[in-house]
């Protein structure tokens, strides 16, 4: 503390508390404020000036909090950094010379809980954060999440969620926020539905356009697995009238964009099984249908053996849309296909049907009053 050349003094003060009780369930892991401050020596101008800087850091732990009894295990680490600039003592020099808070980083981690016979939930996770939260910067957040309702199941699914700072609309370009998640595990929506694979992707931008505050982009994915006889078990009918032993397969992909005129595209595959029966139709659809050459599709396979009855069919279809940008349809394209069928109609008779295509052609033309009409072409082979 002893004066400088110039007469000014400093002072340096380093603190450290480790656990520190504060309150019932609120403990204080680790404390460290430190700062160093400094008095001017009569400078002209700065006589009775004051400069400060420091920082502050520490972990506090609560263990409950009052009035939320499933709230468990919360964490704070915090980090400030803070400084005060001496006071111009003439007017000429107008200085601030207030505190300023430079920087402050804030770490939470926490958990909830609650085991009841009815619903079961629990999260865990953190958010980390840093003020100001200026261009460059980014705040974060990540949970993991398990939730059971009577039938319904869901174990380790993970959000994350980042926050990007400074982000304006001259920056159209770049997320504002995104945020994405996943199960690990599959979702058991109920008895005899579960749903695999699932996730999902989702930034969101500032928006451009007139009436418009944000824009979105993403894309959402899942398998939904649908067992029948499980099924028939927990509506107590009949498995026979829902088909015992089946399974209905839905696997899909959505993907979404609605910056400028927006865009959207969806593929999706359909599977049912049986004891007899393998059927499979798979779609793909996008709006941007015409633009380079991109169209429309579906196809399908089936396989049959069933007693009496065995036999193969494929069937395929192509939508073709305007090059120019409208995505209209304006033609199509579909093939069907029974490479072999075989049906035993009595121990000496069998009938056989082999290679049976069929085709038929569209195409969409456009009426001078405005409407649409279409023209077919069919053709049939078969041997």
């Not at 296909?337 to 009595?346: D, E, K, R, V």
């Given at each position: 503390m002893c004066a400088a050349e110039d007469g000014s003094r400093a002072i340096a003060v380093n603190v450290t508390v480790t656990d520190w009780e504060i309150a019932t369930g609120v403990m204080l892991n680790?404390?460290?404020?430190?700062?160093?401050a400094v008095k001017s020596g009569g400078a002209e101008g700065w006589g009775s000036g004051l400069s400060l800087s420091g920082s502050m850091s520490g972990e506090i732990e609560l263990a409950l909090m009052a009035g939320i009894d499933n709230l468990r295990d919360v964490t704070f680490t915090v980090f400030a950094a803070f400084s005060k600039t001496p006071c111009a003592a003439a007017a000429e020099h107008p200085k601030p010379c207030g505190f300023v808070f430079n920087r402050l980083d804030v770490a939470i981690g926490f958990e909830i809980a609650r085991d009841d016979p009815s619903v079961q939930y629990s999260v865990v996770g953190h958010l980390d954060f840093t003020y100001p939260c200026e261009y460059g910067n980014t705040a974060n957040g990540k949970a993991v999440l398990e939730l059971g309702i009577n039938e319904f199941k869901m174990d380790n699914f993970t959000i994350s969620?980042?926050?990007?700072?400074g982000v304006d609309k001259a920056m159209a370009e770049l997320p504002l926020l995104a945020t994405q998640g996943a199960s690990v595990l599959p979702v058991q929506l109920t008895e005899s539905i579960a749903l695999s694979g699932f996730s999902f992707e989702m930034k969101v931008y500032r928006a451009t356009e007139a009436g418009r505050r944000t824009n979105f982009q993403g894309v959402v994915k899942g398998v939904i697995d649908t067992n029948f006889a499980a099924a028939a078990h927990a509506l107590s009918t009949s498995a026979a009238a829902l088909g015992a032993e089946s399974n209905l397969v839905v696997s899909t992909e959505v993907m979404f964009d609605t910056r400028g005129e927006g865009s959207w595209g969806v593929t999706a595959r359909i599977t049912y099984v049986n004891e007899c029966l393998t059927a499979t139709l798979s779609f793909m659809a996008t709006s941007n249908c015409g633009v380079n050459g991109e169209t429309r599709a579906v196809t399908g396979d089936t396989f049959i053996e069933c007693q009496d009855?065995?036999?193969?069919?494929?069937?395929?279809?192509?939508q073709f849309c305007s090059p120019e940008g409208?995505?209209?349809a304006i033609g199509y394209f579909v093939t069907i296909?029974?490479?072999?069928?075989?049906?035993?109609?009595?121990d000496e008779i069998e009938v056989i049907v082999q290679g049976v295509t069929g085709h038929l052609r569209g195409r969409v033309q456009e009426e001078a009053s405005g409407g649409a009409s279409s023209q077919l072409g069919r053709?049939?082979?078969?041997r």
């Open positions: 680790a404390g460290a404020p430190n700062f160093v969620v980042t926050y990007y700072c009855i065995k036999g193969y069919a494929q069937i395929a279809g192509t409208k995505h209209e296909t029974i490479p072999s069928l075989s049906i035993q109609i009595t053709r049939y082979v078969s």
